[in-house]
């Protein structure tokens, strides 16, 4: 019996579950539907033309959709910060500039801890973008653009708990930061330099933040011999040893499994010219540490040397990038 009622309440809890997905996906779809084309690329314009910060504002679950909002946005080159407003109220109006734009938030339109900012945006100029479902409410009235959620209810059985309207605002704060990426033509390396830590920073590091450099390089003349090139291979610990020709470009490399491949008695009587392979894979010290990767699993390689005008400037090895978490 107790293994009936569990499963029972499992398929009620599925079922549960699929209701709020599908409440919230019509929610999404209506957003779309009724997205006015004019109003959004106002609000874009705004954003674009500050000479400011985007101040993000909201009450309650708004406001913690609104710190996300801010820093999706200050995280993909537009700086913004979000201003609570009950301490707006008590001081926090002086972070908000002239030159700034305010993007409130109130499902309702009508949240009360709002009204000194909407007041001291109307008395200094500064520019509003209001995000609520009610553009005659008190929010609606004071924006210079209004951005209008659907008003589809909530995912709440009781109809009560902010759970579509703030999925729907979510989804419009990604539409402006994503407009705003367009707009100014935010690049990976852009997002690199505001990401150094943590999983995502190790994916953005550039090449030139974990290759060998100087002495640790194992690089020779193309016309060494082979006792050289086992001594450097095995004295720089990196199971490959490069080779460049008079003018200091690199022509070739040998891996330790190139040369067992190669092993034969008369192997130390061999240059490493005629053992190398030549025109090796090579990257640039530009290049995010991911395309390293990506080109060492796809050549199946563990080593690339680092080039800049066909001179060796590095070496990286597969276990640098996964021990940087790379991977």
Do not use: W
Request: a neutral charge; charged letters at 25%.
């Amino acid at each position: 019996m107790t293994a009936l009622v569990q499963q029972s309440q499992m398929e009620k809890d599925k079922l549960s579950a699929i209701k709020t997905i599908d409440s919230e996906i019509d929610t999404i779809n209506r957003l779309k539907d009724s997205l006015k084309e004019e109003s959004l690329t106002k609000a874009l314009d705004f954003m674009q033309n500050s000479k400011g910060r985007i101040i993000i504002t909201g009450m309650g679950k708004s406001g913690h959709i609104g710190k996300k909002i801010a820093a999706s946005l200050a995280s993909t080159g537009t700086p913004s910060f979000f201003v609570h407003p009950a301490e707006a109220s008590h001081g926090d109006l002086g972070m908000i500039t002239e030159d700034d734009v305010v993007i409130a938030i109130s499902n309702s339109g009508e949240s009360r801890e709002l009204i000194d900012i909407l007041n001291y945006c109307k008395r200094f100029g500064i520019k509003l973008i209001a995000i609520t479902k009610n553009p005659e409410s008190s929010l609606g009235k004071a924006g210079d653009v209004v951005l209008e959620l659907p008003n589809n209810g909530e995912a709440c059985p009781l109809g009560l708990a902010p759970t579509s309207s703030t999925t729907a605002t979510l989804v419009l704060g990604d539409i402006l930061t994503v407009g705003m990426i367009e707009r100014k033509g935010f690049s990976k390396e852009d997002f690199n330099d505001r990401h150094p830590g943590g999983k995502l920073g190790s994916i953005l590091k550039r090449v030139s933040d974990l290759m060998h450099t100087g002495q640790e390089i194992p690089i020779l003349d193309e016309n060494s011999n082979m006792q050289a090139v086992l001594l450097e291979m095995t004295s720089k610990r990196l199971g490959c040893v490069g080779f460049i020709n008079l003018q200091g470009e690199l022509t070739g490399i040998l891996t330790d499994g190139d040369l067992r491949r190669c092993l034969s008695a008369k192997i130390l009587e061999e240059k490493a010219i005629d053992l190398m392979t030549k025109n090796p894979k090579t990257i640039s010290p530009n290049a995010m540490t991911a395309e390293a990767l990506k080109l060492m699993h796809d050549k199946k390689i563990t080593n690339l040397f680092v080039v800049e005008n066909k001179r060796p400037v590095g070496v990286i090895h597969i276990h640098d990038l996964l021990n940087n978490g790379v991977a």
